[in-house]
């Protein structure tokens, strides 16, 4: 049971609370939780911040009712390629019966601990910008390249009618993306977790047809039999990888590749041996992988479970850029060099599943996927996602630094 909702809990304003933990707790009540987001009222949650921070706000329709909100900070210099802070609005549904408190209340508990979907992936971080660009406008700060801060729908339901149309648009193009920050995730311990690649998401639907028949009789050559060994052969790859991943240490999620039966379909009745059955899996390539001689191992799989046995791609994404975290990269250079000066530890991964930044790398432009939130339970999607305010205010003053570092790197190759 959820506890009886306090209204001064859910809509008034604590004079005693940081004003950029109560503006947090705003956003993170606007329900933009799929299947059916509230997209408008996020957006004109951001076109008043806009308003506020004097920002220019563009508003791109990428297709019917998915708009990208683009807020701008101009820099001096207009010719150099520009800084791009991108987060999504969109939020995982919630099983409110699991939850301690109202996931759309942004309860605040004795020790700070803010629970809400969104808390964690990625409302934070949306908000987290915010303020620090607020900070960085008091404070009369200009930097040469431009700042934007782009605000994408659908990226939980893969950025099909968000990001990945964005990126091919001439909205994106007139940006001048020269280097991205985007989402990345919590860690448990001191370290700061840095995502420079990820994998690729396959899913597969392997289709298998066989011999039909009565249920009392011994049937050869079977759906259901051909089924076993795909089965087989796919879970045994999986429990190799797992193992791998067990025994050699220095290996992260994100570097072997996860596989999981997601969903079986077949059979029409109890006492009739169906002519089809089917098996849906779901696979993260990583970067170091080649992918066509992964296909070609899935294909043999499939070849020698016997006849009538097909795959079919469901989403099958190649592209496997990466990016470059060596120090002679200027804008690795000036990420790295700030967090080493606020002595924060960086750890280097490849993320484990997906984000819009592959379609920003995709597209040719450096990304990096960053949550500010050390010293925190991994929680995203999970029941009861919560983040403290006081690591949600250490976030905005780590951007506060990092934002200026990016924004003043000089000018690169080929730039004005």
Not at 16 to 21: I, K, T
Request: some cysteine; overall charge negative; hydrophobic content about 35%.
């Amino acid at each position: 049971m959820l506890p009886e909702k306090d209204p001064k809990k859910l809509g008034e304003k604590d004079p005693r609370e940081d004003p950029s933990v109560t503006l947090f707790r705003e956003y993170l009540r606007i329900k933009t939780v799929q299947p059916d987001p509230d997209y408008d009222t996020a957006v004109k949650f951001l076109e008043r911040i806009a308003s506020e921070l004097s920002l220019q706000c563009q508003k791109i329709e990428v297709c019917p009712g998915r708009v990208i909100t683009v807020l701008t900070w101009r820099g001096t210099n207009p010719h150099l390629s520009s800084i791009l802070l991108n987060s999504h609005t969109d939020v995982v549904p919630v099983f409110e019966e699991y939850w301690r408190y109202d996931p759309f209340s942004a309860f605040k508990d004795s020790e700070g601990n803010i629970y809400a979907r969104g808390a964690q992936d990625m409302k934070c971080v949306s908000i987290q910008y915010i303020e620090a660009i607020r900070r960085l406008k008091a404070e009369g700060r200009r930097f040469p390249r431009t700042i934007h801060m782009s605000f994408v729908p659908d990226e939980e339901i893969g950025g099909h009618k968000g990001m990945e149309m964005f990126v091919k648009g001439p909205e994106f193009a007139t940006l001048n993306v020269g280097f991205a920050l985007d989402e990345g995730l919590a860690n448990p311990t001191d370290t700061f977790t840095v995502f420079y690649g990820e994998k690729c998401p396959w899913w597969i639907k392997v289709k298998v047809e066989g011999n039909p028949g009565h249920g009392s009789r011994f049937i050869e050559n079977t759906a259901a039999e051909k089924l076993h060994r795909v089965i087989t052969s796919f879970l045994e790859f999986r429990e190799r990888e797992k193992q791998r991943l067990k025994s050699e240490k220095h290996l992260t999620l994100g570097d072997v590749t996860s596989l999981n039966l997601t969903m079986l379909n077949g059979g029409i009745s109890f006492n009739v041996v169906p002519s089809e059955m089917s098996a849906a899996f779901d696979i993260r390539i990583p970067p170091t992988v080649d992918l066509k001689a992964f296909e070609e191992q899935l294909t043999s799989w499939c070849r020698a479970a016997g006849e009538g046995v097909t795959y079919e791609f469901h989403q099958k994404y190649t592209d496997q850029s990466v990016t470059s975290t060596e120090e002679s990269d200027p804008w690795w250079q000036a990420f790295s060099s700030t967090c080493r000066d606020m002595n924060m530890k960086l750890k280097c991964e490849i993320f484990p599943a997906a984000t819009d930044s592959r379609y920003i790398r995709a597209a040719g432009h450096p990304a990096i996927g960053f949550s500010p939130m050390n010293r925190t339970p991994v929680l995203l999607h999970d029941h009861n996602e919560f983040l403290n305010e006081q690591v949600f205010l250490r976030g905005i003053e780590i951007y506060a630094h990092i934002i200026p570092a990016l924004a003043s790197v000089p000018p690169l190759q080929g730039e004005a």
